[in-house]
């Protein structure tokens, strides 16, 4: 048996935990039955390529522990990329005492590759055909006793998301484990002489797999996937591909910009309400000043501007964006932009990587394992901090609200809104071909791989699962990990507002320092400061900009938008400070969680600096530009 070059902690609650591992194909169900067994929350939706790391977790059965192991999707053993790597060497690894290989009922032919290529390393298999409610729904029957004598282990159908069929799977799970059900010898034999010869093996497979899906499957309604085929043809075709996808890009937007409005007016007044109420509690017992001022104008303020801020636009944009996945139409998304990628040089993978970005740079680094090239994982992971992430996308939306869409309440100045947002995406995804190709022509040198992009069937997103888990695990996620970072972060720049240094305070004489720099590219120190002492998440820079620009060191009771841009244009904003903050804001260096992530991914200090000085230097220069134009133009 192979040596498993990915040594793995299997955190086993009792001696006696059975360990099961959950292979398959990408994107058949493998972490939706994980999760619904064990009550865990992965990361499902509607694209290949999910899960990329092992994950483990915890069910029982008639009184019995298991731990189950939900691997990355792998559509062979002979395994090209780093997440495919992770799932064979799992399964050839003595780590599990039996393995359970998931199933897509739709497209069984394929799916029953990767079971016989299992087969040839364990017996212990069972197989679970998922996905039968759609299968039944497209008219696709299978005889599921029939493939169970055919290949000689136990077979289970299910309907994972619909959770039909788990029970059955771990009785057999145990009966296998125990040994009172075991593959059929002949078979076993069969298959292992086959793997004898190397060569031969392959080819095989895949044979017997296709005289097996023969025998087992029957299509009552040939024209199963028509539905499908017409939408694929309107989301992928040339003409309309594109539009669509700005469009949809756009509506997302102006739902996002639209609906966060009034629940962030309403929670800044809360706040404050609560505030004020605070202070005088604070003063009601004799609270030491200092302490109430770091307390109150320091954290609280910080983080209640953070979440207020932060919120809205997040538990709208992300339950859109997942139901998007989960229908399936990234996917689609990474089919449109493919060719572009490939002009770059770069991989057309990293469509979908890009847009795990929007969520989380960290997250899109990661998924970059998706991509079989080094190489080219690479440049996803350097080009990756060109979408702007949840911390990133209130800034942009609060400044060009602010500056760029007339009547911030009326619907038109949402959708110019909505409609300069994209604007600003759609330059940071060229930035993406852009950088990718030079990267590809200069230090990361090298012929683009082709790759079968799989477009899976549209799915009907499970709604209230998607806003339940969209809120729950990616909103409250970010927010959470936003406020722990501005507590401390609070506390440190209301400390360094009030410490006195030469008449004036710490964060004054900062600013100073970097301010004959920040004019040179439209900003000014405060702003330059807010995005460097933002690195640790880029959602503290707003508030880290009020507190900057408060000469009393505390964030005033401004409620709304409008009282901010009144206090921006007190400190000499300007449609261009504004433009270039949008710009600063799409370039520069990614926050140090993302840094930290492309470390620990690529292991290379080298790659790391690039990843932060790449666009750090493209958002000087860019902001230097237009500052240097619209000076020389007297635009200002
Ligand atoms: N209708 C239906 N949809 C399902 C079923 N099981 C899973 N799905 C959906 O199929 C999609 C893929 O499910 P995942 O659990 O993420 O698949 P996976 O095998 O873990 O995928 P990777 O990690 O990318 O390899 C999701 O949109 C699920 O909601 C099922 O039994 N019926
Ligand atoms: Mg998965």
């Not at 019995?64 to 799932?87: C, I, K, Q, W």
């Not at 260096?589 to 992530?597: A, D």
Request: neutral net charge.
């Amino acid at each position: 048996m192979a040596e498993s070059v990915y040594p793995y902690d299997i955190k086993k609650k009792s001696l006696n935990d059975c360990v099961i591992s959950l292979a398959g194909n990408p994107n058949v169900g493998k972490s939706s039955v994980f999760n619904e067994l064990t009550g865990m929350r992965q990361h499902t939706g509607n694209w290949p390529g999910k899960t990329v790391d092992l994950a483990q977790g915890y069910t029982s059965h008639n009184g019995r522990n298991f731990v189950l192991v939900d691997l990355p999707g792998t559509y062979s053993l002979m395994a090209h990329s780093a997440e495919e790597e992770v799932a064979r060497d799992f399964i050839t690894s003595n780590d599990s005492e039996a393995t359970i290989v998931v199933c897509d009922a739709t497209s069984l032919e394929r799916n029953l590759n990767l079971v016989l290529q299992i087969m040839t390393f364990t017996d212990r298999v069972i197989v679970c055909v998922n996905l039968l409610d759609e299968a039944k729904k497209k008219k696709i029957a299978i005889d599921l006793p029939k493939l169970q004598s055919l290949l000689g282990v136990p077979v289970i159908g299910t309907s994972a998301v619909k959770k039909q069929g788990l029970d059955d799977l771990m009785s057999q799970v145990e009966k296998v484990v125990d040994g009172t059900v075991t593959a059929n010898p002949y078979m076993m034999s069969a298959l292992r002489q086959l793997a004898e010869q190397p060569d031969e093996l392959v080819p095989a497979i895949l044979d017997r797999a296709s005289v097996i899906a023969k025998e087992v499957v029957t299509y009552q309604n040939k024209n199963y996937d028509q539905f499908d085929r017409k939408l694929d043809t309107l989301l992928t075709q040339k003409t309309t591909g594109i539009p669509i996808m700005i469009l949809l890009l756009m509506l997302t937007f102006w739902f996002t910009i639209e609906g966060a409005n009034t629940p962030s007016d309403m929670l800044a007044s809360l706040f404050n309400a609560i505030g004020n109420q605070l202070y005088a509690f604070a003063e009601s017992i004799g609270m030491p000043v200092f302490l109430k001022e770091l307390l109150l104008d320091g954290v609280y303020k910080v983080v209640t501007t953070v979440i207020s801020v932060m919120l809205p636009p997040m538990a709208i944009f992300f339950p859109i964006f997942t139901l998007l996945e989960d229908f399936g139409y990234l996917p689609r998304v990474a089919f449109n932009l493919d060719k572009f990628f490939q002009k770059a040089g770069a991989c057309g993978k990293q469509a979908l990587t890009m847009c795990m970005g929007f969520g989380c740079n960290a997250a899109g680094v990661v998924g970059t394992r998706i991509i079989d090239s080094p190489r080219e994982r690479l440049i996803a992971t350097i080009t990756n901090n060109f979408v702007p992430c949840n911390g990133r996308f209130p800034i942009l939306i609060a400044v060009i609200t602010m500056f760029f869409a007339g009547s911030a309440v009326s619907v038109i100045g949402s959708v110019t809104s909505a409609v300069v947002l994209t604007g600003v995406i759609l330059l940071g995804v060229l930035s993406t071909f852009w950088v990718s190709q030079l990267l590809s022509k200069t230090v990361l040198k090298g012929i683009p791989s082709s790759f079968t992009l799989e477009l899976p069937p549209y799915r009907k997103p499970q709604i209230g699962k998607v806003i339940v888990r969209s809120v729950f695990d990616r909103t409250l996620f970010v927010l959470w990990r936003a406020v722990v970072v501005s507590i401390p972060a609070g506390v440190i720049i209301w400390i360094m507002a009030n410490i006195q240094y030469h008449d004036q305070t710490l964060l004054q004489t900062m600013t100073q320092v970097v301010d004959p720099f920040a004019k040179l590219m439209g900003l000014d120190g405060t702003i330059l400061l807010a995005f460097i002492l933002g690195l640790p998440a880029n959602e503290i820079v707003i508030p880290i900009m009020i507190m900057g620009y408060m000469a009393t060191s505390t964030i005033t009771d401004y409620h709304s938008l409008s009282e901010f841009k009144r206090l921006l244009i007190d400190n000499g904003w300007t449609w261009l400070t504004a433009l270039n903050v949008l710009l600063f804001t799409l370039y520069h260096w990614p926050c140090s969680t993302t840094l930290m992530t492309i470390y620990k991914e690529t292991k290379s200090a080298k790659w790391t600096f690039m990843s932060f000085i790449v666009p750090t230097l493209m958002g000087i220069g860019i902001t230097m530009l237009t500052t240097l134009i619209a000076h020389v133009f007297h635009l200002v």
